[in-house]
């Protein structure tokens, strides 16, 4: 039987000042992840860090945290997706609510991203969540609805989309990033079955069905495997505990203990 793998993505943000520290991380990683064979483990380091990181750890893939919609031409500071594929990354997160917040990205630029992502072959993560004034208005299904009907336009007759992978769904409730205060392993699984309804009605119900749902939102090693065994939910997307060689090298144990 083919064993399904968890997906475990470290985010390490605008984090680590200088390559040293990066690339002291990594091996640090590294030397736990090259003995799991059940997890698939993604590091989305700063893009300045990818090129050199790429020849030290090549046992994990690795990812970007944003990518632009273009493949080339007078676009200043942004990294195309043809750069990207180019540099040996595999996959790409797209829409995180802190780009959405502090860089006023909205869903039609984040359409744009995902579309040419995938055109190009990268591996889409895309963030959708809500913020706590929206879950206090209880409007976390019409947000998930919005974000996820316009983040995913006209992605449906991509071919890529067909290859295992190439898109997964991160639900990541904005105000359980950084906080400390994850949503509990029950409610991001009862909302990771609806975004896989959504999902059926925006591609089909056969690509639908097999697009990978991941959770985050201040995972650490301690409450991952509560996460992990939820039936909806195959993997998870971690920011600070990823900054931790030997905390995130418990959360990828767990997740190959998972599988
Ligand atoms: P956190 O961040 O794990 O620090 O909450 C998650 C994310 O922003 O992807």
């Known amino acids: 039987m083919k064993i399904i793998k968890k997906l475990i993505v470290g985010n390490w943000k605008m984090q680590l000042q200088s390559y040293k520290e990066a690339e002291k991380l990594a091996a640090a990683i590294l030397k736990s992840a090259q003995k799991?064979?059940?997890?698939?483990?993604?590091?989305?380091?700063?893009?300045?860090?990818?090129q050199a990181l790429r020849s030290r750890v090549y046992e994990v893939k690795m990812g970007a945290q944003d990518v632009f919609w273009e493949d080339k031409g007078a676009f200043t500071g942004e990294i195309s997706p043809a750069m990207l594929k180019n540099s040996k990354v595999k996959y790409a997160i797209i829409g995180h609510?802190?780009?959405?917040?502090?860089?006023?990205?909205?869903?039609?630029?984040?359409?744009?991203?995902?579309?040419?992502?995938?055109?190009?072959?990268?591996n889409v993560i895309l963030c959708i969540g809500e913020t706590l004034k929206e879950r206090k208005r209880k409007q976390t299904k019409s947000v998930l609805r919005r974000q996820l009907h316009k983040d995913l336009a006209d992605v449906r007759h991509y071919s890529l989309l067909h290859t295992p992978y190439a898109l997964t769904i991160a639900y990541e409730p904005v105000w359980a990033i950084g906080s400390g205060l994850p949503e509990t392993p029950q409610n991001a699984d009862s909302v990771a079955g609806f975004i896989r309804q959504e999902l059926?009605?925006?591609?089909?119900?056969?690509?639908?069905?097999?697009?990978?749902?991941?959770?985050?939102?201040?995972?650490?090693?301690?409450?991952?495997?509560?996460?992990?065994?939820?039936?909806?939910?195959?993997?998870?997307?971690?920011?600070g505990a990823s900054l931790g060689a030997r905390d995130f090298g418990k959360i990828l144990k767990i997740a190959n203990n998972a599988a």
Request: some cysteine; proline content about 5%.
């Open 36 to 50: 799991l064979k059940n997890v698939e483990t993604v590091l989305c380091p700063p893009f300045v860090y990818i």
């Open 97 to 122: 609510s802190e780009r959405r917040r502090h860089l006023g990205e909205t869903d039609e630029m984040i359409n744009k991203k995902v579309r040419a992502a995938l055109k190009s072959g990268l």
């Open 200 to 239: 059926c009605k925006i591609l089909s119900p056969k690509l639908g069905k097999g697009i990978r749902i991941i959770y985050g939102g201040s995972v650490n090693s301690k409450n991952i495997g509560g996460y992990l065994v939820m039936p909806s939910i195959s993997g998870a997307l971690v920011g």
